[in-house]
């Protein structure tokens, strides 16, 4: 099992509550779970209602009949990050990226170690990271998780 992001991965879902999503095939001009991501691996999902209940989160695509998405964590959600108890209708299921995942807006990515060469400027919260300098820091700098600077 890997854990797979891909682009323009994306299904519909009439699936109530708290469970495993049963997908109901890929939406026009997109792939689906399966041949996007892979039975198997696991992948960040949203899960929206329009204009409605959403979660976001990391789920296990399964092939079957029907395909699914079990979701393993919520990283966010219109309930308290807790999992959405989602009612009847269509609702959207698509891969993303989340925000708590992704590094500041103010630093660049190289490699793995997450590289800046001037300030901080911007309060932020990060889950954790790994700092490469010269930086200087002179806005609030919250890591939930670890944080190694070099």
């Known amino acids: 099992m890997a854990f797979v992001i891909n682009d323009r991965v994306k299904e519909t879902t009439v699936t109530t509550g708290t469970g495993t999503i049963n997908l109901a095939g890929a939406e026009n001009g997109f792939e689906g779970f399966v041949s996007g991501i892979g039975t198997t691996n696991s992948t960040y999902y949203t899960i929206s209602v329009p204009a409605g209940d959403w979660e976001v ?4 695509v399964t092939d079957a009949s029907p395909d699914t998405l079990s979701r393993v964590e919520v990283i966010s959600s219109s309930n308290s990050d807790n999992l959405v108890d989602f009612g009847e209708g ?38 954790s990271g790994v700092l490469a300098g010269p930086v200087t820091i002179t806005a609030t700098q919250t890591v939930t998780g670890t944080l190694v600077i070099l």
Request: net charge negative.
């Open 57 to 60: 989160g990391i789920g296990v």
């Open 90 to 127: 269509t609702k959207d299921v698509f891969c993303t990226i989340p925000a708590k995942r992704t590094i500041s807006p103010v630093m660049t990515a190289t490699g793995y170690v997450v590289t800046h060469s001037s300030t901080l400027d911007e309060d932020q919260t990060m889950d």
